[in-house]
């Protein structure tokens, strides 16, 4: 929408239809893990999911620049996942569950929410300060910080493994209202992100070490619309941290080779 | 979306789940018109709509503040409408096109387009400047001006009539693309905002003068998602000046009342 | 500065040289005052001041709009001030001192620093909150909220009095350091904005009720810059709290009557 | 200012009073030179000035990272320079006058002011768009662009070679009006930051190629306090274009290293 203007250009189709060179696309991707108990990721799981092997909650903040659907400029996100496993009539896999993605833009959230289904919402993602060897990110929105991230001890490492055979690649939860009539569904669905498929990454630098992040409990006069994400995720015991990763690479897909999961 | 933490506060649902008392809350809505060509309009209409009456495009802005919904914010808006009337085999009427919406804020974006199904996309909508007796405003996206609105000769006036019997409200096209399956559709639907429903106004003062608009002819790099709706909206010719008004009201609907209208 | 490309226009001299007409230049004001220990603002004297009267501190936000000098846009500030006396071998006086005001736009920073030497420095400041009869203002910086002001019970009361016929004005504690010589002065002076001159002031709305300020305490890391004014502001004790006030008023001076204060 | 609360922190000074290191402090650097006319910046000259040598006029955008003064922040610069000879009674010396900077925040604009003497005003700097082989650098002032600089062809090429032994390095004038007295002046000095002294520069990628600059021309209203300034630079011929750079870069000076020029 609007759609009697014509087409809208896109990560997906360019002012001509056509389609983006994303193969060189460059991304900073800084990355924390920490282990929570399973009991705790049971509430916060999609329809026809269940826990999957360990517990381990990845919050992962990317900076993309040179974007060429947006001629050149660039973004952030801040994504939060941890495993499931999918168990439909149909077909059942391992993947994991992106459950809420912020970013700093509106445009890539509006299409990314309605041509493939993520669960993207707005936020300020101000660059990270680096100072006395530690790397601080931070998610604000209307002059509230609501997340802190922080990497250090950094140190090269090695690129990340390609994933296991039975993963199956990142799954999302798509869910559309009908319009004006409260409660009822419109569409709802799981979505299959391929890990096979998308783009070939290469790695620039690879860095490895420790890291933490906090999620800031907040009131629904800070955070009107997401204060119940914020404090769910705030709530997640950490068990133990499970170290960060700052990496440079370039390459990625334009995400339209997902599909919907089959559930019966 | 995201669904997994719960249900999302919004315009139509508070925190604990109710409504919002919406009556008492201001505005101000400074709007200018222009008479265009039929012929003109007829690209710009959607699916199961044709002209009706004279071609008068009205371009409005709009500062909402105190927004219960929002904890006390407030945001703006730019809508471009014209009159339509909708021929479906089950029911026929003649309402207003809200061919397109910007606002300056990413949440009521989300859920105007997924509850509501209005066309509404993200711009800056700075202040307006305020200088030798003429308002000045401008629509703005990444440092490119694309639109200016200028009001001036200001003053006291009547507050608009009532609209007339055979007016149903405002209309709206609803479009959602299937996952990932590029050019087919979701859902697409017209809605109606019944003209009779929604909320009292009460109109605190009145101005009327002349207006003028320009919509800046604008390159994909300038504007990547929406330089096709600018221009567009800027080869529509100016017939003639049909004059502008700056209203300070009160009390607003929260868009509950909507319905889909039967096409067949 | 920059010179050589002319003289800057600014508040006091528009591009043509000439003064700007400021007699209908819309401002609201919210205030808040409390009563602090006379000991602990003696610390936050400017050279030659004592304290005079009951140490009541004022905070006061102020929305600027419709000013000619920047072509109709307007800027919000907030300021801090106090009752001294200044103690000079040839002029004693009472007056109100500006400790410090926060601005958010730069330029009436730097002609207000550099033309009539006021302590001014830069912040975010948010439109207000207003929600359930309070009115809630913050000021932040870099996504720190770093002060709170609440208004409310507000009723419409009287006009703030004429100042006592012994109280001077405005006080300014003007400082220039010389350049790259570490701790060497190159300006020091008082500076007086008279209170009997300026504008006439009109006032179109009064309203009086209570109201609360906190100043954040605050680390080096969030702000770098004026983490110790904030922390210096947030250890003054609150004996009593004196109420708080929002006023619609039109009507400003260019400040261009100041003085220089002299001290020997 | 304001002094009362202590010293500001800063550039050359801690929150405890020390100095930072910023022998590692990344920076990257955009430049485009052109070829202009010597009587055209003859009307760009400070005082005791007097053109020299070739007139290219060097526009330069900087992106600094990594600040420790700002506790890991960083921001972005824009400046146009040129070679001037200094002719002053006591002392003649060759330099590069940095005519303007610009800077995208508040803070470090104050300090280069008052503290070194430097010409420094606030725009929007936007991160550069990168596109088809294009990199494209934005100034920004309240959705205006006031310039345009494109690098294009770039290829790896050599460091900038060592300043000529007659070269003394960057000048400034420093200009401060007396207070509330209009037209006269507190002070007005020419500033030397020594070619020789600062830091270390270690350059991490080198890339040349060919660049072009355009200063779009200006109204009042769209620049109230800067449209004189940007207006006098694209009147400027180009003669010819002298290309462009984009250098990776670290370590800097504090520039607490600099004297103020003697001039009678």
Redesign the interface.
Known sequence: ??????P???P??G?DGGKFDMSRTPRTTATVSFLTETEALRG???PGCEPVGEPVVTVEHTQL??L???????YSMLGVKYPVRFVGDAEQLNGTFL??LWENM??P???G??????????C?L???????H?A?Y?A?W????FLNLTLEDLSPGDPPPPPPPDHAGLLH?????K??T?GET??E?M?LTPASAGAQVHYDRVLRGSGKVEFVPSR??QL??????VN?LAALPVVEWRGGSLIDSCGASD??????LTSS
Chains 1, 2, 3, 4 share one sequence.
Request: glycine share 8%; charged share 25%; net charge positive.
């Open positions: 929408m609007p759609l009697v203007f014509g809208t250009a896109g997906r189709q002012p916060l799981l999609p620049r040179e060429a659907w947006l001629a050149g400029r660039g459950a809420v509106p445009e959230i509006l299409s929410r309605e041509e493939i289904g993520w669960a993207k919402i707005y300020e101000p660059p990270p300060r680096v100072f006395e530690q601080h931070r604000v209307d002059g509230h910080v939860h798509r869910f559309l209202p319009v004006s409260k419109e569409v669905q979505i629904w006069e009107p619309t997401m204060f119940h994400i769910k995400l339209s080779d997902q599909r919907i």
